[in-house]
């Protein structure tokens, strides 16, 4: 496979991808940024410039998500444990609720790509993809 090859495979691979996220976030009533916010929340607290910098957004675009979603009942904000001068964002009990449920979702959806991969094939799929990421893709 040359290169045009591979991107083009890659290209459609996006669009399926984001076809399934978009989906997913119009049936649970999430943009697809608060979709990912929520799901990198499931896991961890994070102050807003932490966000903003993982997702590649402006503090600004994040703080607007985040007051959003805070209304909402989704996330919500408290004194960081390791700086006292500084506020993490986690998810709440609501916000979990629906994380779930939109991530299981998403797993229906996408298990079909993945059930065309061998294990090791999975493998060297993950590997490649956080190369391509970078280190601050998590």
């Known amino acids: 496979m040359d290169d045009n090859d591979l991107i083009d495979a890659l290209a459609q691979t996006a669009f399926t991808v984001m076809a399934a996220l978009n989906r997913v976030g119009a049936e649970h009533d999430l943009s697809l940024t608060q979709l990912r916010v929520l799901g990198i929340l499931r896991d961890r607290r994070m102050r807003i410039s932490e966000l903003a910098e ?19 009942g989704l996330l919500a904000r408290a004194p960081s444990a390791t700086d006292g001068r500084a506020v993490d964002v986690f998810i709440t009990p609501a916000g979990e609720a629906l994380a779930g449920p939109a991530y299981d979702h998403l797993v229906e959806l996408l298990s079909p790509l993945l059930a065309a991969l061998e294990p090791a094939e999975r493998r060297r799929l993950g590997q490649s993809l956080r190369a391509m990421l970078g280190p601050e893709a998590g």
């Open 54 to 72: 993982y997702l590649g957004l402006e503090k600004s675009t994040i703080t607007g998500l985040v007051d959003r979603a805070e209304k909402r």
